[in-house]
């Protein structure tokens, strides 16, 4: 009686076999698929990196902000009535409970003199809530406090740089520094966690000083910015909404403002990170596919030196389907394997430079995640790439004559 199913224990002895015969060829032939799948998983791997990397540094400039000021133009005319007051502040921090942190500030382009020379510093006037917002680090003594703000005490945090230049080689803690025409005591230094370049209001050479002795200064009691912290990153949207909503029905009709958050950037990087990782798995791909032809090539190169040791085996009852999975079989193993050596090979990476990061000028807060869907996603392709251009090998052997192939030589 006629055999029906396939012995798959002969058929793994037979391909395992032809392998280990020609070790070198199997081993080249499957170099491809390692560079192939190990491009997979560290292009999803440093894709995830860099995503991270750019949420985390957007984190550190403020979690969450929203931002807003008023439009100026030159062919518009803007009223005092239009200018963002203490009054707009708490009215968003009453109306929008989504926004757990509200501040403002207002800033003047000051000087101090360092070394019989004139340094441009930026005064700027805070409420109490603006350290938390936009998450500044003190480095050196301590923030203002809820007495400095109600007594608008004349006292100052400095930026890293401005207490370098104004103190150096001193503790500037408790020391007077004179600002245009007032006097402040020094009681922190701060930095900003992520530079922002000066596209905010703090600057290389900055002070900060409660809000009120700005104001009294200046003889204005408005804003420049106003600044609304959303609970979570799902909230940003709505409080951006709300805020805008809240200066519009409290001001002219014709008064424009510039209601932002940093969600933009986000989006961008975002777009940036998956049109250069689909260019990369373009590439990885691109390798896969090379090493399928390679080993296409080979297995029909091999087809062609067994012709008589298939003759042998449908000689003696082997059937073309045992034929074509064996070959079949021959060609997974060499995708899979090398798969496996590739994904080890991206993982073993990543755990080296992690390693090596404690070691190198790396920024901080980076991380190297790995994905392990990528690494899934690679075996299960490169196995595929494997069937896909074994095929047409595996069914050139399994239609071979056994009589012709018995007489090839």
Not at 58 to 65: F, K, L, M, P, T
Not at 106 to 123: R, W
Not at 139 to 168: N, W
Not at 310 to 320: E, F, Q, S, T
Request: glycine share 8%; net charge negative; with cysteine.
């Amino acid at each position: 009686m006629a055999r029906t199913e396939i012995d798959w224990a002969e058929t793994w002895m037979m391909a395992v076999g032809a392998l280990r015969a020609n070790k070198v060829r199997a081993a080249l032939t499957m170099l491809g698929v390692v560079i192939g799948s190990a491009c997979i998983v560290l292009v999803v791997t440093v894709a995830l990196t860099g995503k991270n990397y750019v949420a985390s540094q957007i984190e550190a400039v403020g979690s969450n902000i929203v931002f807003a000021s008023l439009e100026h133009e030159d062919n518009k005319v803007t009223a005092l009535g239009d200018q963002i007051s203490l009054g707009d502040m708490d009215a968003v921090q009453e109306s929008v409970p989504q926004a757990v942190r509200v501040a403002g500030t207002t800033d003047v382009q000051m000087a101090v003199t360092v070394d019989a020379k004139s340094l441009p510093v930026g005064l700027i006037g805070v409420t109490p809530e603006f350290q938390q917002i936009r998450n500044l680090l003190i480095t050196h003594g301590r923030y203002l406090d809820e007495t400095d703000f109600a007594t608008a005490a004349k006292v100052c945090v400095i930026s890293q740089h401005l207490a370098q230049v104004a103190f150096p080689g001193a503790d500037p803690i408790g020391q007077n520094i004179h600002i245009g025409e007032l006097t402040f005591t020094v009681i922190g230094v701060f930095t900003e966690r992520i530079g922002t370049f000066g596209q905010s209001e703090i600057r290389t050479d900055s002070a900060i000083v409660p809000l009120p002795v700005i104001q009294y200064y200046t003889g204005s009691p408005y804003l420049l910015t106003l600044y609304a912290q959303a609970d979570s990153p799902e909230d940003v949207p709505y409080v951006t909404t709300q805020v805008a909503n809240i200066l519009k029905s409290r001001h002219r009709a014709l008064a424009e403002y510039d209601v932002e958050n940093l969600a933009p950037i986000l989006e961008t990087s975002q777009r940036i990170s998956v049109a250069t990782t689909i260019m990369l798995l373009l590439v990885a791909l691109v390798a896969l596919v090379i090493s399928g032809v390679g080993i296409m090539n080979i297995m029909l190169v091999s087809v062609t030196e067994r012709t008589r040791e298939i003759g042998i085996r449908r000689a003696i009852g082997a059937r073309r389907r045992e034929i074509l999975f064996q070959f079949l079989l021959e060609a997974i193993l060499i995708s899979g394997a090398g798969a496996l050596a590739g994904i080890a090979i991206a993982v073993g990476l990543r755990f080296l430079i992690g390693a090596l990061a404690q070691f190198l000028p790396v920024p901080g807060g980076l991380s190297i995640p790995i994905s392990w869907l990528s690494v899934f996603s690679a075996f299960v392709v490169s196995c595929g790439t494997g069937v896909l251009f074994g095929y047409l090998p595996a069914k050139t052997a399994a239609q071979l004559h056994p009589v012709e192939s018995l007489r090839y030589e």
